[in-house]
């Protein structure tokens, strides 16, 4: 037999398979050729079943039932020799995705090629080492503590400060904490002195102990003599000090009885009897809440005002404008300090003396030229005069004239603009004395 006859089926496609059963029907063929030709029919039905599998399904159950032989190219399992040919990740394998829900990775040990690596921080098993915080000296005390102090006077929160303090490894300077926060304190304001007494208060039990804050008040009663040079009033106010810390149970109720018979600087037996003092007249109650004052903002509203009063009305006894931005300071309420403004001008309306106008201007424009008044608060107390000056007119004739005097001799002095003069009311209609008169204006 030619291998035109064999190989024409399979090269030109013309025959199929049931021409070319019949046909081998007809034919005798060798044992080499029928091999040969079983192999042709069995890779010709392969290619028939692989182009038409998806859109006969007739050919596919054809395919089915002849075996396909596994090539590489089916073989999941790893080409390196690794693995048991699973899907990575259970099956949520993917570019940019985690991983199956659920899913808990093992812990993994460090590289030390990462550039992330930390050295400090070597976790093994369960237990977290982590790096050792060296022990504060004297100098890195005043370096941290400081700035911790000051932000604490700004915010007044005690418990960021106890978070902070735990960060740090305090050691033998534990003591040095309070004295710190009391020497900013006497040179603060009294705001700033409760602040103080509170934070002692709080400190207690959490990151220091009864015995380290009297280590600290030993310390400062032994260094008054150079605390005096700064603040000439240390004496009384450490005294305060000790007895609020005694009262809020910061310092041992003992404290005291240490230095009976036992004190040889005048200044320290000063603050040990003003704290005897205070505790004797407070022995009933719990906290010296009032040693310090209310302060600032946290004052009622009603308090302020009387204070205020008494200012100025000290003010125009005495004359000494000092004295009244000292009293001014002391209030701590920049805020409210139109009321101020407010409450002089409505003293110069009723009084209508021609010395209180002048003294109120003297003291507005020292409280200006100081910066204790701002441009809005003195706007601020003027417009409130303005807006009551009505009300104010019929207790007070002369209001109107008196406001007019009052507001020139500012716009003058530089106190006020003049925008604000401008914006002073005029008086109302004119009323004439008689016709007989010429016309005349009654003052």
Known sequence: ????????????????????????????????????????????????VRRTSSRDSESTETIAETPIPQGKSHDRKSRMGKGRGLPKKGGAGGKGVWGALGQVYTYQ???????????????????????????????????????????????????????????????KQSSGVPRVAVSLALEGKASHRELTSRLLSDLVGK?????????????MLSELPDLILDT??????????????????????????????????????????????????????????????????????????????LLLQEFLISGQVCEAERCLRELEVPHFHHELVYEAVVLVLEGSAEGHVLMAVKLLKALWESGLITLDQMNRGFQRVYNELPDLSLDVPLAQSVMEKLVDLCYKEGVITQH?????????????VSEGDGGLIKE
């Open 1 to 48: 037999m030619s291998n035109s006859a064999v190989m024409g089926p399979g090269e030109d496609g013309a025959l199929d398979e049931e021409e070319m059963s019949e046909e081998e029907v007809s034919r005798d063929w060798t044992p080499q050729e029928k091999a040969l030709h079983e192999a042709k029919v069995k890779a010709k039905a392969k290619y028939r």
């Open 109 to 171: 040990e460090p590289d030390v090629q990462d550039p992330n690596y930390d050295e400090s921080a070597q976790v093994i098993g369960k237990t977290v080492y982590h790096k050792v915080v060296p022990e504060l000296d004297e100098v890195g005390l005043q370096h941290n503590v400081q700035p911790m102090v000051r932000e604490y006077f700004e915010h007044g929160d005690t418990e960021e400060v106890i978070a902070l303090l735990k960060e740090l490894n305090l050691g």
């Open 207 to 219: 990151v220091l102990s009864e015995e380290h804050i009297a280590e600290a008040f030993d310390r």
């Open 232 to 309: 000439p009033e240390a004496p009384q106010m450490l005294g305060q000090f000790i007895a609020r810390a005694v009262a809020d149970h910061a310092l041992p109720l003992n404290f005291l009885d240490r230095y009976k018979g036992r004190v040889d600087c005048d200044h320290a037996r000063a603050a040990v009897d003003r704290a005897a003092v205070l505790l004797r007249i407070k022995r009933e109650i719990i906290r010296l809440d009032n040693v310090w004052g209310v302060g600032g903002g946290q004052r009622p509203v009603k308090h302020l005002i009387k204070e205020m009063n």
């Open 420 to 432: 604000l003069r401008d914006e002073c009311p005029g008086r109302g209609r004119k009323r004439f």
